[in-house]
């Protein structure tokens, strides 16, 4: 069974930066798309950013420009990095991935504070 472990959130003023690291352990199947979903304060999850084995990257639009996102697949594991961050980023960002077999995991979430 997958299971991912987030790491790098924490506490950064606006304008500042962050660097959040999810590794995937225990995978017996191929990961083909990793990715990132934030919930912010009185919102929904949202998907950040998605990137697939071949390379091929979503971002949303709310981020594009500021975040990037990452993946190295010899070590299964996915980046985010997160640039000129606004207080409207704040929330707690969960990693997921899905397999060659369309399963899905999800890890605990990492929480991000950006003060003004």
């Known amino acids: 069974q997958v299971q991912l472990v987030e790491s790098g959130g924490g506490l950064v003023q606006a304008g500042g930066s962050l660097r959040l690291s999810c590794v995937a352990s225990?995978?017996?199947?191929?990961?083909?798309?990793m990715g990132w979903h934030r919930q912010t304060p009185g919102k929904q999850r949202e998907l950040v950013a998605t990137?697939?084995?071949?390379?091929?990257?979503n971002t949303a639009d709310s981020v594009k420009g500021r975040f990037t996102i990452s993946r190295d697949n010899a070590k299964n594991t996915v980046y985010l990095e997160m640039n000129s961050l606004k207080p409207e980023d704040t929330g707690v960002y969960y990693c997921?991935?899905?397999?060659?077999?369309?399963?899905?995991?999800w890890g605990q979430g990492t929480q991000v504070t950006v003060s003004s």
């Open positions: 225990g995978v017996l199947v191929t990961i083909n798309v």
């Open positions: 997921n991935v899905v397999d060659y077999l369309n399963r899905e995991t």
């Open positions: 990137i697939f084995r071949s390379g091929s990257v």
